[in-house]
């Protein structure tokens, strides 16, 4: 048993494979990257939306951007993903021996270079996108804006319906591959690199003395530029790598700060920071032109004061506090943009549904 489970905590000195720590360790740190910038543009967008909102708006598309100049210089550079480099490992593509493996420095071939890219940062940003999908569907469905006859419910609801298996099946294959891994049984902790036709292995010492001679033979190397047109290539060439750069070096110096504002931000971590933030609940809000004897709001408290029916999918206003069908109030503040007895300015994203106790 002792030695079915020894390349958990050391690797194999034949195929310098790391270990299930080591791999799993460079997997969460984008994971925690994400999030935590997108904590920070979201404050920054709230403080000032006017010159902010653009980038919380777009987070996705930005950070899938920021994130291909990151990984392709790092591919190109080092044969290994941003995380990957960090943890001191690399990309080894498959069929290489031990014996003729490229050095990191010289980068990866294109065709897995660009496959690496694909599961990297094209991927996960399609992901994000599904989920985010699947999540509007969901409220969407609760909400029942459709009738419940129309195809386009039916066929939303089979979506939402299949969509835990399918991500439960994804979520299986990545879990049987990391056993395989820990086992012995596998090369690859995840089955995206082999997808890729790619292993990851530690670097050598001899990767090392590459890497930390390789911009300076770089710069000794380049030729100047002869024509106009490579002059701009050159410059394109430079300002792409000067971003990757500052990106990696940023992220480098920041990155156990994000994993900081990860655990701040926790779940597990919440009821203390509650408990350092709570301030009291404000009281409601009055309009000078309303009060409670207002003819628009009805003297039952059940009755919706747009359509002076019983209420139906109670929704309350996040801007005002009052309380109205779903329906109704979707409608008014799509068209009007403002609530219905106070006139505070009002968005779509302020309605907030309610739960009797007995649902």
């Given amino acids: 048993m002792a030695e079915h489970g020894a390349h958990i905590t050391t690797a194999s000195v034949v195929d310098d494979q790391p270990s299930i720590f080591e791999v799993v360790a460079q997997d969460s740190l984008m994971t925690a990257v994400r999030p935590a910038l997108q904590h920070v543009v979201k404050v920054l967008a709230e403080s000032n939306p006017a010159h902010y909102g653009f980038f919380w708006r777009w987070f996705d598309e930005i950070f899938a951007l920021l994130d291909l100049l990151l990984q392709q210089h790092y591919l190109s550079k080092t044969s290994a993903s941003f995380s990957e480099n960090f943890y001191g490992l690399k990309r080894v593509v498959m069929g290489d021996t031990h014996k003729f493996q490229r050095l990191a420095s010289a980068g990866l071939p294109k065709k897995q270079l660009w ?98 001679h390789k911009p300076f033979e770089a710069s000794m190397k380049q ?112 068209s009007h943009q403002a609530c219905p007895i106070t006139g505070y300015p009002t968005e779509v994203q302020h309605l907030i549904k309610l739960y009797s106790p007995e649902n």
Wanted: aromatic content about 12%; glycine content about 4%.
């Fill in 115 to 212: 496959k690496s890219i694909m599961f990297l940062v094209l991927l996960p940003y399609l992901k994000v996108k599904l989920e985010k999908l699947v999540s509007s569907l969901r409220e969407e469905d609760e909400y029942s804006i459709h009738p419940p006859s129309s195809h386009r419910k039916r066929f939303y609801r089979a979506f939402l319906a299949a969509y835990p298996f399918v991500n439960m099946a994804w979520e299986g294959w990545f879990l049987v591959q990391q056993l395989r891994y820990i086992l012995g049984k596998a090369q690859h902790h995840s089955p995206l690199l082999r997808l890729a036709g790619v292993r990851l292995g530690r670097l050598t010492v001899q990767d090392i003395q590459a890497l930390e």
């Fill in 223 to 334: 030729p100047p530029a002869s024509s106009v047109s490579e002059k701009i290539k050159s410059t394109l060439k430079k300002a792409v790598g000067g971003v990757a750069l500052s990106l990696s070096t940023g992220l480098s110096v920041g990155v156990f700060f994000l994993q900081f504002l990860e655990w701040w931000y926790s779940s597990e971590n919440q009821e203390t920071i509650k408990s350092l933030t709570a301030l009291p609940t404000p009281p409601p809000p009055v309009h000078l032109d309303y009060n409670s004897d207002s003819p628009l709001l009805p003297k039952m408290k059940t009755v919706c004061p747009l359509c002076r029916k019983t209420r139906v999918n109670d929704t309350v206003l996040a801007t005002s506090g009052y309380v109205f069908c779903y329906r109704c109030v979707f409608s008014y503040v799509r």
